[in-house]
């Protein structure tokens, strides 16, 4: 759909609003391309594990959040499937955070605000930011479990350790919640909005 | 015109409104509403969870009447 034909079927939206709708043009690359470097991460510890290093003997290794690494090279067997299981549980999460805000802000450029799809986005996007706390602790203790060392805290002792690591993970949590909370408070707005409007 | 034939199709399923409520979503007052054509617009998504609880068309559920 051309802006101009946009334009005619959203009569309502102002010069600001096409203003606002070019940056939430540009925010949806960003996110796309913070999506597939993501991605891309995530793939690659599948790889990693078969292909721990390169021909000339250099280890593979990934960085990860909140200073953990994993190094691909210094494990073998159920080891290496455990540090990807890590890598995935980490990472996975963060895939689908960014897909579903590259997804809102393309809802956002199509005009589409107060809509039952940028809303549903939004409740994902809290979904899977919530669930990365709780995975990012998991990904840490497999990680010790399979040897990894690299950026973990002196020692890692379960349950003893669980608040210290609960710290580094706390963003997520403290980012997750209220945004799957203003996703509910939008559905409702939305909804009294329309019972208002008599659009059922 | 637009008459809307939620009771015609609902009698045609032998379905209670209240039934039609609850499947969907909606109160008993808003089926009264949209069967009554008190309303100003339908979404797809509200036509679209009729139809599947009614296994209808959209068509089967709005009528254009000439007035």
């Not at chain 1, 580094?168 to 980012?175: M, N, S």
């Amino acid at each position: 759909m051309s802006d101009s034909a946009a334009v005619i079927f959203n009569p309502n939206l102002s010069p600001s609003f096409e203003r606002a709708r070019t940056l939430c043009r540009i925010t949806a690359v960003l996110f796309t391309l913070g999506f597939l470097v993501m991605l891309s991460t995530a793939l690659s510890a599948v790889v990693f594990v078969f292909f721990p290093q390169t021909p000339s003997g250099v280890p593979f290794g990934i960085g990860l959040p909140n200073g953990f690494g994993a190094n691909f090279g210094a494990v073998r067997g159920w080891p290496a499937m455990g540090t990807m299981a890590a890598v995935e549980l980490m990472t996975i999460p963060t895939v689908l955070v960014l897909h579903h805000m590259r997804k809102l802000f393309s809802c956002f450029a199509k005009g589409e605000v107060f809509a039952a799809q940028p809303i549903a986005h939004i409740r994902w996007a809290g979904w899977w930011m919530t669930s990365s706390f709780f995975t990012g602790i998991a990904a840490v203790y497999l990680l010790v479990l399979c040897g990894q060392k690299q950026g973990l805290l002196s020692v890692i002792h379960f349950p003893n350790s669980l608040p210290a690591l609960a710290l580094r993970f706390e963003g997520a949590i403290f980012a997750g919640i209220p945004i799957i909370i203003a996703a509910y408070v939008m559905a409702e707005a939305r909804r009294i909005a329309d019972e208002n409007a008599s659009i059922l | 015109m637009i008459v809307v034939q939620l009771d015609v199709m609902l009698a045609r399923r032998k379905m209670r409104s209240k039934e039609l409520a609850e499947r969907i979503g909606f109160t008993e007052a808003n089926i009264s509403l949209l069967k009554s054509g008190k309303v100003k617009g339908v979404r797809f998504e509200t036509l679209e969870k009729i139809c599947e609880v009614l296994q209808c068309q959209p068509g089967d559920l709005l009528e254009y009447k000439p007035e």
